[in-house]
């Protein structure tokens, strides 16, 4: 198959509170170097760049231009387009400025949306799902990637494949989506073979995703036009209009879109994938030592086993420790069970109540 | 029972490694507030101080002479002298040093020898008891205060008193030592109301104890004289020489004259005290929250109970963690299981192995 020119949209508004307390409100998780030296949005980046790629649309908050302006050029990769959120408004929003933006200059255009901040483990798979996803999106459908289970998450949200697509490789019809199901279901998806983890990740037909998605959230179109037509350019950002995209209604593309068109289609694949949603998704994606032990930064571990330790400054010496995780870094020391890791947003909450943004 | 002047010796050349991080090189268990506001070598000097006392020997090592003289100013306690070891050589020399320059200057010299670095929670029952030793001592005895188990602790010694003494109201001969009993024993002597823990805290009289402690071990007490003769004194306090120091024989004054002695004496009391020789023992001895737990400086906790967490600089965020100990300095985080909080020496080890000075 020929390769054509897909527009990258890197979604880089979210806030990422469980990764706390390294994710903080000013260096949230995709523009941390999380596992190993490159920040999470520059590998997203370099994964959407070559021969095949157009330069990216970043979409970020307004908080955050200055970094991801920073990284970019660390990686030496100029952005067709910073286009700024005044506020967060979740991603369908996010999704149908930067189309708008794309259909303008460009009726054609293909857009490959990816957030910032996931793991991909195994490019090579991910290139050919890009190239079938790419395919299946120039002939009209509104693909999203699925992941094959390699675990019964229940904190995912799952996709059933249907009929495949005829003349499109790798491509089926939508049948359902399950958003986060309990563990004995997770267990039957993971053994069924027709569901995939949605992943968050599409490419879209940018005029055609506009239209459809006027059908079914015609303010939030309507908004978004309008807050770009209001926005100010300056460089290579697009500041959106504040009122307007405020009025745009808060919502994902999977419950604005993806779960209500017949467009829809699936590409399912094995790409080593994670959203890093928690530390202990982070222990799973990393290597491990022979105690099954995650190490990083200053850590002395004794009979302590299956932990994630990391230290960005002091010395962490844990001893006698079971399935936990450790994380300091120089204003807070984070200790919870492995498993209950997610649990931190507790804490993020308490200190914005208490009026502590220092830790936030 | 008429008061007498009792000449207190302060045992402060102990390391304290047992509470790592917060007790250091450089700032030791007893040079640290580590309960309340008040250090446990002033709370010691406190304790031994008002009409009955004469002015207090401190016995030190060289690397703390300034912070014990800065505390002493501090609670405004002037030092009869200030000892100063050039070498740790466990508690016989340090006794034996300063028994030698108090019998120099007054032959009846009734001694209260008391480590720097214990708690006593119940004073009023520490000043009978120290009213009672000393008037065994000014018999002759060598008198040794026994504290009455609470717990069937098995990190103490112990002590098992014989026959009372004649005309000396709560004194006991003493009938055997036993040093860390196994679980069965202690629990044993718990119940058996003839055993007390060793606590440490003595009254000599000094020519007579010298002169029994000469008995088993001579070249003990000619070098510790040596040490003084040839030592230099300054302002108040009195640097040993180093050679003769070196060369007396290290070992406890219950090893070189407690468990040889005829004279030798108990006190038993109900002092609520503790020797803090682990986070677990400060855990014990600690008020604690309706969680049961010991909460000091910057510490949220979510689901955590029977856990000890201080801070003394970042916050510790801990959830779903029980019978922990998390301590965290500027520089270093330990987390262990509290009833493991004792091995932190492990960590001590390495350090000092791994010539990181500055974390010791």
């Known amino acids: 198959m020929k390769p054509m020119a897909l527009h990258p949209v890197i979604l880089c508004g979210g806030s990422g509170t469980r990764l706390w307390p390294l994710s903080r409100d000013a260096h949230p998780k995709q523009l941390l170097a999380i596992l190993g030296h490159e920040s999470l ?4 980046i370099r994964r959407a760049s070559g021969s095949v790629f157009a330069p990216p649309v970043v979409v970020c908050n307004e908080a955050h231009v200055a970094a991801v302006t920073r990284q970019m050029q660390g990686i030496g990769v100029a952005p067709a387009a910073v286009i700024v959120e ?14 708008h933006w794309l ?27 890009v190239d079938a996803a790419a395919a299946a999106a120039k002939a009209g459908w509104l693909v999203t990637f699925g992941v094959t289970p390699t675990l019964p998450e229940t904190g995912y949200g799952y996709i059933r494949s249907g009929e495949p697509i005829e003349g499109l490789e790798g491509a089926y019809r939508i049948e359902q ?30 005029a055609r995703m ?16 309008a807050a770009i037509e209001q926005g100010s350019a300056s460089g290579g950002s697009l500041a959106l209009a504040g009122p307007a995209f405020a009025a745009a209604p808060s919502i994902s593309i999977d419950r604005a879109l993806m779960e209500r068109t017949q467009a829809a289609a699936v590409i399912p694949a094995s ?21 099954a032990n995650v190490v990083v930064g200053d850590v002395m571990s004794e009979q302590t086993t299956g932990s994630y330790l990391r230290s960005e400054g002091p ?24 498993d209950r890791a997610q649990e931190v947003k507790a804490f993020v909450e308490r200190l914005r109540k208490a009026g502590r943004p220092d830790l936030l």
């Open 41 to 44: 949005l520059a590998a997203t």
């Open 86 to 99: 005044p506020t967060a408004r979740n991603t369908a929003p996010a999704i149908a400025a930067a189309a």
């Open 103 to 129: 259909a303008a200059s460009d009726p054609k255009a293909l857009m490959l949306v990816l957030p910032s901040d996931h793991l991909i483990g195994d490019e090579a798979a991910y290139r050919t799902a």
């Open 177 to 206: 989506f399950v958003e986060k199901p309990d563990l004995g279901t997770a267990e039957r998806y993971l053994t069924s073979g027709d569901w995939s983890w949605n992943t968050g990740m599409f490419v879209f037909p940018a």
């Open 210 to 225: 506009l239209a459809e998605l006027a059908r079914f959230e015609p303010e939030l179109v309507t908004q978004v036009a």
């Open 271 to 291: 790409l080593n994938w994670s959203d890093v949603g928690s530390w202990a998704a982070l222990w799973e994606t990393s290597d491990r030592d022979e105690n």
């Open 315 to 338: 010395l962490i010496a844990a001893l006698g420790l079971q399935d936990v995780v450790i994380v300091a870094t120089g204003d807070i020391v984070l200790a919870a069970p492995r």
